[in-house]
């Protein structure tokens, strides 16, 4: 802890000075007006205020103003080699909502604020970025979006950074994907997604649908997906329909981050997550790597799975995932499982199948013995309301070693469990739990069948609860 915040505290005294600042309306920008020219023209009066306070020995902040509750609708904008920029939004910011006209780079849609190969970047404010992710959710089921669809914040190589205050909204994809970066600060913020919504599309669109296909989530509206190191992320809400936060692996490869190492989030909040995650993690000739991550004092409130450590299938290379600590978590009405650690519960386009989705009423779900997994804690847990305990699976050529389950209590909603976890091949130790996991076993897969037709009776219920 002490480790991750002395850097970051130096790191405050970037935007101790306030004064002179770039505002976008000196730069041509039009508030309160969404046609495609506007969103154009205002996204160039923010490259000018970035170029602007980029070349300014004193003057390095960037401004959206919020006077009259200014709105602006603006297209993405792509920056390289900042050093020393303060972005302060207090002003309500759409993404244009024009995808025909939306920037792409012949394959990938543009993020639509992509800072790369930067430094000493501040990101604050009052104000909110609001994705409008609605028709670009809708396209995504109708396979439309030509070129995918952007992120809100996109980062790449980045180091000492702080994001705080401003609120995401409705990314079209995930709301921060962060990719090999060091010595980050994310805290005092909100993130939401419109999950009424998704879910009505889905419906709509017949993913919903348990009983034929597959409950996916293929929206990837994630919270917060950092690959890199010395980063810090706290008090933050979070309601996305999927992945709050995924520490994703880096590898040797990075530039900056060898590992996904040294990470902290804590005081968190989450509404219909599907995880405080770790992953995917697939294997890799770099060597995929994830070590030492806190979540600490985290509710979870409807997740549909709170922990979430997840490989994923390849047959090249190898990875760790280790020194995991999960403690301090309140889970309120779990939708599917409370703990979930094994091969990656969505169904991938080169291999998987369909079997992890809805795994066990389908058991064709190939644990991943490249990636190794060692010494992951979860200490005082408890879950009130659920129906599944949960699955902590890994191959019998490289079984799990040094998991911890310390005042680990799932109370379910009948009060008790009638079943407990489905372990595999994991060894550590269990003390003062409620289900206790079969650790040191090779397999406690006697309740499997029960525990399928469980599942599939419920399945079946929340199936009559969506029609
Ligand atoms: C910012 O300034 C640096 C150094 O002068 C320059 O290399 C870089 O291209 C500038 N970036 C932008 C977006 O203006
Ligand atoms: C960042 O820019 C501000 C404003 O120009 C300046 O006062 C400060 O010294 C700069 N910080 C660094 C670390 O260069
Ligand atoms: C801009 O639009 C917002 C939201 O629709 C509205 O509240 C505000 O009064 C408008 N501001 C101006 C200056 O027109
Ligand atoms: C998070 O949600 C809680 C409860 O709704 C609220 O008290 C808190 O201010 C929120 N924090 C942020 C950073 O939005
Ligand atoms: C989390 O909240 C607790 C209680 O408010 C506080 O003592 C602690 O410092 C917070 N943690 C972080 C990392 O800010
Ligand atoms: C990770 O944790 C281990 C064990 O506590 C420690 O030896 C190591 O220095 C830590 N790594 C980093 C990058 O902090
Ligand atoms: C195991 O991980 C914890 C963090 O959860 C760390 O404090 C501890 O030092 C690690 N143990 C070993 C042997 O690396
Ligand atoms: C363990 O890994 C091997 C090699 O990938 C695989 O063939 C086997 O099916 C795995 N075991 C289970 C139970 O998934
Ligand atoms: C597994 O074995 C280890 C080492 O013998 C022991 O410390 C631990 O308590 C055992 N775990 C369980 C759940 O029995």
Redesign the pocket.
């Known amino acids: 802890m002490r480790?991750i915040l002395l850097p970051l505290i130096s790191l405050l005294g970037i935007a101790s000075y306030v004064d002179a600042r770039h505002n976008i309306i000196d730069h041509g920008a039009i508030h309160n007006q969404s046609d495609t020219a506007t969103a154009f023209k205002n996204a160039q009066a923010f490259l000018d205020a970035v170029i602007a306070a980029n070349s300014s020995e004193t003057d390095r902040e960037v401004y959206i103003p919020s006077e009259g509750n200014m709105v602006f609708t603006l297209m993405p904008t792509q920056l390289n080699h900042l050093k020393n920029i303060t972005f302060t939004i207090d002003g309500y910011v759409y993404l244009s909502d024009d995808d025909k006209s939306w920037p792409n780079d012949g394959h990938t849609t543009n993020d639509f604020l992509y800072i790369q190969d930067s430094e000493d970047i501040h990101i604050r404010g009052k104000g909110t970025i609001d994705g409008q992710g609605y028709w670009w959710w809708m396209r995504e089921y109708i396979v439309a979006n030509k070129f995918g669809r952007p992120q809100i914040l996109g980062m790449r190589r980045v180091q000492n950074c702080i994001i705080e205050g401003v609120k995401f909204r409705n990314s079209p994809r995930y709301h921060m994907e962060l990719n090999d970066i060091n010595n980050f600060l994310i805290q005092n913020l909100e993130i939401r997604v419109d999950v009424l919504e998704q879910k009505k599309l889905a419906i709509k669109y017949g993913r919903f649908n348990f009983k034929l296909g597959i409950p996916t989530f293929p929206l990837n509206t994630d919270g917060i997906d950092p690959a890199g190191?010395n980063i810090l992320i706290r008090n933050v809400n979070i309601t996305s329909y999927d992945d709050s936060i995924a520490v994703k692996p880096a590898n040797s490869g990075f530039q900056i981050a060898k590992?996904s190492?040294?990470i902290w989030a804590e005081n968190l909040t989450t509404w219909m997550g599907v995880g405080m995650t770790i992953g995917s993690v697939p294997p890799n000739t770099n060597h995929a790597c994830v070590?030492?991550v806190t979540f600490k004092n985290v509710e979870f409130w409807f997740p549909f799975k709170a922990v979430y450590i997840k490989s994923n299938p390849g047959n090249n290379g190898d990875g760790i995932i280790e020194?995991i600590l999960y403690e301090n978590l309140k889970i309120f009405e779990p939708i599917w499982w409370n703990i979930y650690i094994g091969p990656q519960q969505q169904k991938q386009p080169d291999g998987g199948g369909p079997g992890c989705m809805i795994y066990p009423i389908i058991k064709e779900c190939e644990t991943q013995p490249r990636i190794t997994m060692r010494n992951i804690t979860l200490r005082n847990v408890h879950s009130v309301g659920g129906l599944l305990p949960g699955v902590i699976r890994c191959n019998e050529t490289n079984p799990c070693t040094d998991f911890t389950f310390e005042n680990v209590k799932l109370d379910g909603l009948i009060s008790d469990f009638k079943y407990g976890f489905i372990t595999e091949n994991i060894f550590g130790k269990v003390i003062d739990s409620y289900p206790a996991p079969s650790f040191n076993q090779s397999s406690t897969n006697e309740d499997i069948e029960k525990i399928a037709n469980y599942f599939k009776k419920y399945l079946h219920e929340l199936e009559a609860v969506e029609e």
Do not use: F, G, L
Request: overall charge positive; glycine content about 0%; some cysteine.
């Open positions: 480790r190191s590992c190492e040294n070590r030492n020194n």
